[in-house]
């Protein structure tokens, strides 16, 4: 409805609306000129190459990760490169989210949208859905991940970027898969295996193949299972080798469990003996507990004790081993926390130059008094306005560029809603021109178009708001407020419009924020304490979040059994009692933060372990708060004392084994002794009456020597191992002539009824060396030994010894009876024989003392056979030991 005003109505109407201009760009106006920097070629491709570095490494190694973020940060912060500091938060968000600390995360990937969002970068947005998807997988909400890995598909689905279509498909078939939808999560990996095996994406299509394996094995679908495995398997050596391979793992494990259920036992073996192989290598725990479980299991069922003791000792040194690389790994990331802060400086001060931050956080209160106070201003000022404006016309073209050129949305409506103007930031604003809005109603046109609100409604609250759509479809946020007035006897409004929808976006990212928070302390089993030190002198229970009453296990007791409990009540002794007061003493004495383990009782009567942090605050003389936080570590403490009590007991066992060896060595050398003084005898006598039966005498006497001498060659065999292993041979470094020490070996090593001599090849470079003596040429002899004895009526075996840098790599290749592929796992383990060396004699004790004497003089040694086709033996000597120095 058009309406036709007098001149003098429509200026002091427009005085009016001067008013709201002038105290709006009072209170919103802090422009900051942007310095413009010249940005190299060559370092922006720095910064892209590091972020790229960093993406990489981000599901490998969250150290080195974490490292090229903080570096392109600092460099995109340098010469204000926008993309450059947004890819890197978004990488930083992925480290700390693959280390569950959700609270650094989230407030990574904020910034990094904040940047996107401003840049209207869609594809930085995407990937910002894929992190958050990330995110809420690993916390376990697997609904909400799937609406981010959602998002991140659609857009990259329509894209030609061959590699993120295929990433954002992987994510979505994850999402079907945690989700229990078969069919779409099989559709979604089949899509991504096609597109990385096109781009030779190889981490990628062993992912995908190892998720299609475990989503047919859960169908018991094996067959179709041990394909996708095997596929997986088959491109595993096409891995790089700081790859991470979850996909083999996966391969490995389960196949083993598809032989299992075969009653293959064999083969179940193999693959958890490859299993065994990869994980000291592994960077990650998947599948690691699984596999230990079942070797475990298999030898428990077959009582191996022997084997047994192995495999758990084994993996009680993989525990602590990932326990140590834990702690170093949070230690490195929290250092490079500590840098990213400062690098939050640097980028809160580029924010400031670029205007993102002009809008941050108001509370709803102050934007209330805010308000009323400038309707109140307003009004006065409206009165001054329109008193200059009737005493000075000269003013009214001033009045209308201010007002048209205002940093506020003004609006005048008549009294059913009608427009009748607004300014040119109404215009940017609404996306419209104000000639095409004369005349509609403000409310059916933005707000809903059976909208019966009416311009006086929003008289009666000084902050009304409502979401718009704009004539191009976007919608907004807005708050309104509204001011009456009467132009002969008429009533208009003037509304004075602020644009929410960014404050209100940061808003609703602070509540999810706070959710992440909460869910991070609930993961982490964190809470909150606080009391005054009066109340803690009275033994008053301080005020607990609910995390902490859970930890207490007070969560579920009435009011009044919660008010006669004391602090002191959850102690065991008067002891740690008297510890927390002089903790709390010296904290106050010196205003230190504390930082200390208790070991407490349940309300439930239950033993717990918390970690208990706190400060002190000064309000007064007589008000002094404690606060800080509580974390329950008892699963952390019951792991710690569970290893150290299997540690105890492999302690037990060691000096137990000790005893029997030393008793079996004094128990066998003094019958052995006496049988050879009898031998010896006999054959005495023999000399002297020559008309016994030499021949018989002589067959036997020698039998028994050859008895004796095996025994004694056991026990001292046995007792060199020991002494090995108890760290009691002592090492003697020389110089060492390896042609003599051969020549010599060659010479004296013959196997009964056997002519033959192993063939002899000595680089002249490699031919002086630094070790053992003694101990070399104890290993050597016994090598060259076992490739006579096991090759025997056969090719006569070969002996190269060459210098390859500062290494002496010797290899002795016989043509012999070789190594089962099911013995091989045992082959340095003491008293143990392959399966096929029946008939050849030996005691098992020879490789193991080998692997002993081969450690003590810096040396490494590794054995490849083939059943039926010989074995070779390559040992590495080095030039200069480092036991030497």
Same mark, same amino acid.
């Given at each position: 409805m058009m309406i036709k005003y007098k001149s003098e109505n429509i200026e002091l109407i427009i005085g009016k609306s001067i008013a709201a201009v002038v105290l709006s760009?009072?209170?919103?106006?802090?422009?900051?000129?942007?310095?413009?920097?010249?940005?190299?070629?060559?370092?922006?491709?720095?910064?892209?190459?590091?972020?790229?570095?960093?993406?990489?490494?981000?599901?490998?190694?969250?150290?080195?990760?974490?490292?090229?973020?903080?570096?392109?940060?600092?460099?995109?912060?340098?010469?204000?490169?926008?993309?450059?500091?947004?890819f890197a938060f978004r990488n930083m968000s992925a480290v700390y989210s693959a280390q569950y600390s959700f609270a650094e995360s989230i407030e990574y990937i904020k910034k990094a949208l904040d940047i996107f969002e401003t840049l209207d970068n869609q594809e930085g947005i995407a990937n910002c859905n894929i992190s958050l998807g990330n995110t809420f997988n690993r916390l376990g909400q697997d609904s909400i991940a799937f609406g981010y890995y959602k998002m991140a598909y659609d857009f990259f689905d329509n894209t030609q970027d061959m590699e993120r279509k295929s990433i954002a498909s992987h994510n979505l078939g994850l999402a079907f898969f945690m989700?229990?939808?078969?069919?779409?999560?099989?559709?979604?990996?089949?899509?991504?295996?096609?597109?990385?095996?096109?781009?030779?994406?190889?981490?990628?299509?062993?992912?995908?193949?190892?998720?299609?394996?475990?989503?047919?094995?859960?169908?018991?679908?094996?067959?179709?299972?041990?394909?996708?495995?095997?596929?997986?398997?088959?491109?595993?050596?096409?891995?790089?080798?700081?790859?991470?391979?979850?996909?083999?793992?996966?391969?490995l494990y389960h196949l083993a469990l598809i032989h299992k259920n075969e009653d293959d036992t064999q083969g179940m073996m193999e693959y958890l003996e490859a299993a065994l192989k990869m994980i000291p290598n592994l960077n990650f725990s998947f599948f690691v507990n699984e596999v230990y479980e079942e070797v475990i299991s298999y030898y428990q069922e077959r009582n191996n004790s022997e084997m047994l003791q192995f495999y758990t000792s084994q993996f009680v040194e993989i525990l602590k081993g990932k326990n140590n690389r834990i702690a170093e790994d949070k230690t490195n990331i929290y250092l490079d926390l500590i840098r990213s802060r400062e690098l939050d400086k640097k980028y809160a001060e580029a924010l400031k130059t670029k205007e993102i931050n002009e809008k941050i956080v108001e509370a709803n209160l102050q934007e209330i008094r805010i308000l009323v106070i400038t309707t109140a201003v307003l009004a006065i000022l409206l009165v001054?306005?329109?008193?200059?404006?009737?005493?000075?016309?000269?003013?009214?073209?001033?009045?209308?560029?201010?007002?048209n050129n205002a940093g506020t949305a003004l609006v005048l409506i008549d009294d059913e809603g009608g427009i009748i103007r607004w300014n040119k930031f109404s215009e940017e604003l609404f996306g419209e021109a104000s000639a095409n809005v004369l005349g509609k109603n403000f409310f059916r046109e933005y707000v809903s178009k059976d909208s019966n609100i009416r311009p006086a409604d929003l008289e009666k609250s000084y902050l009304n708001e409502f979401r718009i759509i704009r004539k191009d479809g976007k919608a907004k946020e807005i708050s309104v407020s509204c001011s009456r007035t009467l132009i002969n006897s008429k009533t208009f409004y003037v509304f004075y419009i602020l644009d929410r929808s960014e404050l209100n976006k940061l808003q609703r990212m602070n509540d999810f924020?706070?959710?992440?928070?909460?869910?991070?302390?609930?993961?982490?089993?964190?809470?909150?304490?606080?009391?005054?030190?009066?109340?803690?002198?009275?033994?008053?229970?301080?005020?607990?979040?609910?995390q902490v009453q859970e930890i207490l296990e007070i969560d579920q007791i009435s009011t009044q059994e919660l008010q006669q409990l004391t602090w002191t009540s959850f102690f065991p002794s008067?002891?740690?009692?008297?510890?927390?007061?002089?903790?709390?003493?010296?904290?106050?004495?010196?205003? =230190?933060?504390? %930082?200390?383990? $208790?070991? +407490?009782?349940?309300?439930?009567?239950?033993? /717990?372990?918390?970690? *208990?942090?706190?400060s002190v605050e000064f309000h007064s003389v007589d008000d002094i708060r404690l606060f800080g936080t509580v974390q329950d570590i008892t699963d952390i403490k019951n792991g710690i004392n569970l290893i150290e009590e299997n540690l105890k007991k492999e302690q037990e066992l060691n000096k137990l084994k000790s005893r029997f060896i030393s008793m079996a060595s004094h128990e066998f050398r003094t019958p052995l002794s006496t049988i050879t003084s009898s031998v010896e005898l006999i054959q005495m006598k023999m000399a002297k009456s020559p008309n016994l039966i030499v021949d018989v005498?002589?067959?036997?006497?020698?039998?028994?020597?050859?008895?004796?001498?095996?025994?004694? =060659?056991?026990? %001292?065999?046995? $007792?060199? +191992?020991?002494?090995?292993?108890?760290?009691? /041979?002592?090492?003697? *470094?020389?110089?060492?002539?390896?042609r003599e020490l051969f020549g010599e070996l060659v010479d004296t090593i013959n196997v009964k009824g056997d002519s033959r001599k192993p063939k002899l090849v000595i680089d002249p470079e490699a031919r002086f060396v630094m070790s053992d003596l003694n101990l070399l040429h104890h290993v050597l002899q016994n090598i060259i030994s076992n490739s006579l004895k096991y090759s025997k009526e056969r090719q006569e075996p070969e002996i190269s010894v060459e210098k390859i840098v500062d290494v002496i790599k010797i290899?002795?290749?016989?043509?012999?009876?070789?190594?089962?592929?099911?013995?091989?796992?045992?082959?340095?383990?003491?008293?143990?024989?392959?399966?096929?060396?029946?008939?050849?004699?030996?005691?098992?004790?020879?490789?193991?003392?080998?692997?002993?004497?081969v450690t003590l003089i810096g040396a490494e040694i590794t054995i490849e056979s083939e059943e039926g086709k010989g074995t070779l033996v390559s040992i590495d000597l080095p030039l200069f030991p480092l036991s030497q120095n």
């Open positions: 760009v009072l209170l919103c106006f802090n422009e900051v000129c942007a310095q413009d920097v010249v940005i190299k070629d060559h370092t922006l491709i720095m910064i892209d190459s590091l972020n790229d570095l960093s993406k990489r490494y981000s599901f490998v190694d969250n150290i080195k990760a974490l490292k090229y973020a903080n570096e392109a940060l600092e460099l995109a912060l340098s010469y204000n490169y926008d993309e450059g500091q947004a989700l229990s939808e078969k069919e779409n999560a099989i559709s979604k990996f089949q899509k991504a295996l096609e597109f990385s095996l096109e781009l030779e994406n190889y981490q990628l299509a062993s992912s995908c193949l190892s998720y299609l394996g475990e989503i047919e094995f859960k169908s018991e679908n094996f067959e179709s299972a041990k394909d996708y495995f095997m596929r997986s398997l088959g491109i595993s050596d096409q891995l790089g080798s700081d790859a991470q391979k979850y996909a083999t793992m996966s391969a001054i306005i329109v008193y200059q404006f009737f005493r000075n016309k000269k003013n009214l073209n001033a009045i209308k560029s201010i007002y924020y706070q959710v992440i928070l909460e869910k991070s302390n609930e993961i982490a089993k964190i809470g909150t304490w606080e009391m005054s030190y009066t109340s803690f002198l009275n033994k008053e229970l301080p005020t607990l979040s609910s008067e002891e740690p009692i008297n510890r927390l007061m002089e903790v709390f003493e010296k904290a106050i004495e010196c205003n =230190k933060a504390f %930082d200390l383990e $208790l070991s +407490l009782i349940s309300y439930k009567g239950n033993d /717990i372990w918390i970690r *208990f942090i706190g005498l002589n067959k036997h006497t020698t039998s028994i020597l050859t008895q004796v001498d095996r025994l004694e =060659k056991t026990l %001292d065999g046995i $007792l060199m +191992l020991e002494k090995s292993m108890q760290g009691k /041979i002592k090492t003697s *470094f020389d110089r060492i002539d390896l290899e002795i290749k016989d043509y012999g009876i070789g190594i089962p592929d099911s013995d091989k796992s045992g082959l340095f383990s003491s008293f143990y024989r392959g399966k096929n060396t029946t008939g050849i004699k030996g005691t098992g004790l020879g490789l193991s003392i080998v692997k002993e004497f």
